[in-house]
């Protein structure tokens, strides 16, 4: 929970220089002297014998926050007893807002749309002017979750055997042999940094045990152009259609590939001959960074996690991580993410589906 308002140290809102996103304005320029108590109950003392105003205090303002996060924008009106309070965005609206007993305000913030917004919070009290506190912040947001629910699949470029399937998924090989199929999307990247990619498969289905698997790539490539000169330079079969450099070929690249492996390959280094999710980098399915063997050869659906942070990867799959490891020189650097796969003598369906990518958040 992100929660500005722990730690004990209230900031006075209006200082200069305390928060740039902040400023106060009191409207009606009419002070008046405070009739509160002399024994302040926070602890502060009240001095009646000079004029007095009302102020509002913000602890920790958000200046950026994610979209449904559960933030608590909180702060206390001085200075008089008995204030009112009310919070609004001028994207938004009136927000809900708590005034308690001892002043202290809270304005839950999970409920505002992404973008930018300019708060307004106000105090208000029939002996003073109202105290109005505006706050600049902007909510970030994530690209919708990718459904492939709609045939025209758009910004997405297929090559190969992927096809869309009516049940609302992709096929990236269809059940069938020797296929090969890529679909990457073409219109965004996935930024450099700490990343989340989650999504559905389910593979099994088909002709004899193992065939061979697919993968999910992201690849650093500064272009569409580049992007499809790597695909060209992949192979297939153990490969995974991912596969261009190590036993796979001679066309190096920068890329992070999640293989859902279901063939074993001892001549590429294949840890087990077990189903295996794992991570592999730079089109090398030789050097895996992190394994975790996982029986998923029967049509179910399963939705898989891949979690960077910083130098530590994760897979977790239906919400129990299942593989974790720190790889000290690793850094993910972004790029085009797609999915490809290839089928040999044996097959099978290679369905993917619902499709979220969690990179750098950005306020829209
Ligand atoms: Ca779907
Ligand atoms: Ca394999
Ligand atoms: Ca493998």
Redesign the pocket.
């Known amino acids: 929970m992100g929660r500005f308002g722990l730690g004990g140290a209230w900031l006075l809102v209006g200082t200069v220089g305390l928060v740039g996103g902040c400023r106060t304005q009191i409207l009606g320029g009419d002070t008046d002297t405070a009739r509160g108590p002399a024994d302040d109950s926070d602890g502060f003392t009240v001095d009646t014998s000079v004029a007095a105003t009302m102020s509002l205090e913000l602890l920790y303002p958000p200046y950026v926050m994610e979209v449904g996060e559960d933030v608590v924008l909180e702060g206390r009106i001085r200075g008089v007893d008995g204030p009112g309070f009310s919070a609004s965005s001028d994207v938004d609206g009136p927000l809900s807002a708590t005034l308690s007993a001892d002043r202290a305000f809270a304005v839950p913030l999970d409920g505002l749309s992404a973008g930018n917004h300019v708060l307004t919070l106000t105090a208000t009290h029939p002996e003073h002017a109202d105290v109005v506190e505006e706050l600049y912040l902007g909510v970030c947001a994530w690209p919708e979750v990718e ?3 709609d045939a025209s699949l758009a910004g997405w470029s297929l090559y190969g055997d992927a096809v869309w399937d009516a049940g ?2 992709l096929e990236i090989t269809t059940n069938a042999q020797s296929k090969s199929g890529h679909i990457y999307l073409t219109n965004r990247v996935v930024k450099p940094g700490d990343f989340e990619v989650s999504f559905d498969f389910a593979t099994g289905g088909g002709g004899y045990t193992g065939a061979d698997g697919y993968s999910v790539n992201i690849v650093a490539v500064p272009t569409v152009q580049d992007l499809e000169t790597y695909i060209g330079a992949t192979s297939n079969g153990g490969c995974l259609g991912y596969g261009s450099s190590g036993p796979c070929g001679s066309h190096p690249v920068t890329a992070l590939h999640v293989e859902l492996d279901t063939w074993h390959n001892g001549e590429f280094s294949d840890p087990t001959s077990a189903n295996h999710i794992a991570i592999a980098r730079d089109g090398d399915p030789s050097d895996l960074l992190v394994w975790a063997a996982l029986p998923f050869e029967d049509l179910t659906w399963r939705r898989v996690t891949v979690t960077g942070r910083g130098t530590r990867l994760s897979i977790a799959v239906d919400g129990s991580v299942i593989a974790s490891k720190d790889i000290p020189d690793f850094q993910f650097e972004g790029g085009y993410l797609g999915v490809s796969g290839s089928t040999g003598y044996a097959y099978n369906h290679h369905r993917f ?2 499709l979220e990518i969690r990179d750098r958040c950005e306020v829209p």
Do not use: E, L, M, V
């Open positions: 459904t492939f629910d609302g998924w589906d619902n």
